[in-house]
């Protein structure tokens, strides 16, 4: 059995689970298409807590997010495949998506990108953030947009560039710098802000 049909294969028992257990298929929906928003609030709840490491943090989890859609945009340069119900029949698609090509999967490098990020910085909550990236790689199988493979290498990738980043960027002078600028434009806000409200009870 070749990859190519390795592939296919567990695929079709990932997505034909929709078929058999659908009472999950709404679940499967919203993590696939909508949990990303759930992730956005995580790393704005993160940047305002004027913590320097979860600032830190964010930043290197950006970076990861930027290195690894390169890499993963590269990568689908030397292969490539369509999604899978758009070559293969009878798939239990259950988001509306757009044809071109799926390897690798960009949910998943965002999501993994960001989480493994997390993971590094945050050891305690490690799991959940892993198992979230988890979560949203298996659902983009279960609706049907992406085989497992276009999932793996997005795990790699992305765990790879979170990886590097983690051990570089807080090393970096200029992440000391950024960080600087960040508290000082926050300081200048706040200020301006508190005459306007001092200007207002007078």
């Given at each position: 059995m070749s990859l190519t049909d390795i592939n296919i294969h567990l695929?079709?028992?990932?997505?034909d689970l929709g078929k058999e257990y659908t009472a999950?298929?709404?679940?499967?929906?919203?993590?696939?298409?909508y949990m990303i928003y759930f992730?956005?609030?995580?790393?704005?709840?993160?940047?305002?807590?004027?913590n320097k490491v979860n600032r830190i943090?964010?930043?290197?989890?950006?970076?990861?997010?930027?290195?690894?859609?390169?890499i993963g945009k590269l990568a689908g340069i030397f292969?490539?495949?369509?999604?899978?119900?758009?070559?293969?029949?009878?798939?239990?698609?259950?988001?509306?998506?757009?044809?071109?090509?799926?390897?690798?999967s960009d949910h998943t490098i965002i999501f993994f990108s960001v989480c493994v990020t997390f993971w590094l910085f945050q050891r305690g909550w490690g799991l959940i953030w892993i198992g979230?990236?988890?979560?949203?790689?298996?659902?983009?199988?279960?609706?049907?947009v992406h085989y497992p493979g276009d999932v793996l290498a997005a795990i790699i990738i992305s765990s790879l560039m979170a990886n590097l980043m983690y051990r570089v960027?807080?090393?970096?002078?200029?992440?000391?710098?950024?960080?600087?600028k960040v508290e000082k434009v926050e300081e200048f806000v706040q200020s301006h802000l508190k005459k306007k409200t001092n200007s207002r009870d007078m």
């Open positions: 695929f079709r028992i990932i997505n999950l298929n709404p679940v499967m929906v919203f993590i696939a298409d992730l956005a609030v995580a790393i704005v709840f993160f940047c305002l807590s004027r943090m964010v930043l290197c989890a950006g970076l990861s997010v930027v290195a690894a859609e390169i292969y490539s495949n369509y999604q899978p119900f758009a070559e293969l029949t009878t798939v239990n698609q259950l988001i509306e998506k757009a044809v071109d090509n799926s390897f690798p979230l990236a988890a979560l949203v790689g298996f659902s983009r199988i279960w609706v049907g960027v807080p090393k970096l002078r200029i992440t000391q710098t950024i960080l600087k």
